[in-house]
């Protein structure tokens, strides 16, 4: 009787210990907001507008709109997937497409081809959220030296993808559930020939 309370008492323990990192991975929701790798860009220089505070997985349309003179007038707009298109009308926002990703967050490089100071803000299709505005100038004196106002070589462009991987935490859990439950399996193997060996005797 009491070997099978002591095994029962260690499954139950492996059980709870187990269980301890599911617990532990959920994370509050972010707070929405917006913002822009770089401020001030030269004409057609990408840079990453980041939203977050969107529902997990959401899609989202992000709208540029354009506010002073030259961009008034009409630019090419790149970003993600979208199509480039022209803005022919005063204060006529371009609509850009993304979808978060499981934390709610979304990232996409956009491109501005006419000089100008542009409004970005995002708006997550199922929850309604909005996150922005946040401002972008492309200036015009940028424009032949990368986005380096010194006119040195111009930075490098990663991509703004989110690093999707496993983290150390998930992998350092992984192997402590493996181990506890090589350590239950192996007492249970003991348990079981000690009372064959008793039994015998």
């Known amino acids: 009787m009491k070997k099978t309370f002591a095994a029962l008492a260690l499954a139950g323990a492996i059980a ?23 401020g001030t860009v030269g004409p057609g220089e990408t840079f990453i507008f980041r939203g977050q505070g ?10 540029v709109t354009p506010g002073q003179a030259p961009a008034s007038n009409g630019a090419t707009f790149t ?7 022209v803005i022919p009308v005063f204060l ?3 609509a850009l497409s993304a979808t978060a990703d499981a934390q709610g967050v979304v990232s996409l490089p956009i491109s501005i081809s006419e000089a100008g100071t542009y409004s970005i803000t995002a708006k997550g299709n199922e929850s309604g959220i909005t996150v922005g505005p946040v401002t972008v100038t492309v200036a015009a004196s940028l424009a032949n ?10 930075l490098a462009n990663t991509g703004g993808l989110a690093n ?5 935490g998930l992998v350092l859990w992984t192997l402590v559930g493996a181990g506890a439950l090589a350590a239950g399996a192996t007492s249970v193997v003991v348990v079981r020939r000690r009372a064959k060996t008793e039994a015998a005797a």
């Open 16 to 38: 709870l210990i187990g269980s301890a990192p599911a617990m532990a991975a959920t994370y509050p929701a972010l707070p929405p907001q917006a913002a822009v790798s770089d």
């Open 145 to 154: 030296t990368g986005g380096n106002a010194a006119g040195g070589a111009p």
């Open 164 to 168: 999707t991987g496993a983290d150390s």
């Open 92 to 94: 006529a926002p371009q």
């Open 54 to 63: 969107f529902r997990p997985f959401e899609s989202v349309t992000i709208f």
């Open 79 to 85: 970003g993600g997937t979208a199509v480039a298109g």
